[in-house]
């Protein structure tokens, strides 16, 4: 099993026997690797697909530059890691359902996902990944930043790991995708924004079995049975370490650049710093499974 520690590690590579084709693995600083010797845009072989899901079970990033990826070829990507989540309340790109479109336009003041969060933890069975594939990039800016939830809970005390180990939070998508909400007007479906869920603050994680911090700020909205008072300075302060900066790694999209995060072992958020400019990106989620401690 490939494990990912604070610092940054030799670089790994996999020979893949029946093809001879070999990718290569380069740890990125706190979060991710970067993958070379992949070309996500032909069909890929069982054997490089386990070797890409290894990787986002031990990494929880994978980056990708240089790459030309149509919107039918990111579906038929998405596909050899499961079945694809059409979201429900995301524009989608025209003829295309299955690819959530990432927009914000010089006439738009906010973006998409700025504050630090997992995609779907609001579902009761959230998403695996998400492959976020870069189509207009601005000149300067709109870099996404991720982070390590299993470092952040590595780092953790013993004594507040035995606490928050016993815990689940709720999380929520209503104070996001609801109406009414400021910035809602470009989402869909907010009569869909209802579904709160349970899952443990720490979960074990489906790939690696590693232990990881499962709350995040924009979807959790408090820790089951405490009340507010109680809850928000624990959250508050698990936030606060999760977004340590040697927990960290800020991605810098070009033409050709692919990211693919596993939601169960990271956060991320897009800087919105860009104010004159478009920015679109294209997101395929794919569907996970039933989170457990
Ligand atoms: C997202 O939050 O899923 C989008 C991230 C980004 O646009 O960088």
């Keep these: 099993m490939i494990r990912s520690g604070a610092r940054k ?40 697909v386990n070797s890409l899901k290894q990787a986002l079970g031990a990494y929880g990033v994978l980056f990708f530059r240089n790459q030309d990826l149509s919107p039918e070829q990111h579906i038929a990507l998405a596909e050899c890691f499961g079945k694809i989540n059409i979201n429900r309340f995301f524009p989608k790109v025209p003829d295309h ?31 695996m990944g998400s492959i976020l594939v870069s189509r207009v990039t601005p000149k300067r800016g709109g870099d996404t930043v991720f982070a390590n939830m299993f470092l ?8 507040l790991k035995a606490t928050v180990n016993q815990l689940n939070a709720v999380h929520s998508s209503r104070h996001v995708f609801g109406s009414g909400v400021e910035g809602s007007e470009r989402f869909s479906n ?16 489906p790939i690696s079995g590693r232990k990881a911090l499962y709350v995040n700020p924009e979807f959790t909205i408090g820790i089951d049975g405490w009340n507010k008072e109680e809850s928000t300075p624990l959250l508050e302060m698990l936030y606060r370490h999760a977004t340590r900066p040697e927990f960290t790694h800020r991605y810098k ?20 710093d860009y104010p004159t400019e478009t920015r679109l990106m294209h997101r395929i989620t794919v569907e996970g499974e039933a989170l457990h401690a």
């Design 253 to 272: 999209w070009r033409p050709g650049s692919v990211a693919f995060w596993d939601n169960r072992a990271t956060w991320h958020c897009a800087l919105n």
């Design 190 to 205: 907010a009569d869909n924004a209802t579904q709160d869920t349970i899952h443990p603050m720490v979960i074990s994680h």
């Design 152 to 159: 952040a809970y590595d780092h953790l005390s013993d004594g």
């Design 9 to 48: 590690t030799i670089g790994h590579i996999v020979t893949h026997q029946r093809t001879g084709n070999t990718i290569e693995f380069e740890p990125a600083d706190g979060v991710g690797t970067y993958v070379t010797n992949c070309d996500l845009a032909s069909q890929l072989g069982d054997d490089q």
């Design 97 to 127: 359902p299955q690819i959530a479109e990432v927009r914000k336009e010089p006439t738009q003041q906010l973006n998409i996902g700025a504050k630090w969060h997992t995609d779907h933890s609001y579902d009761q069975i959230p998403a």
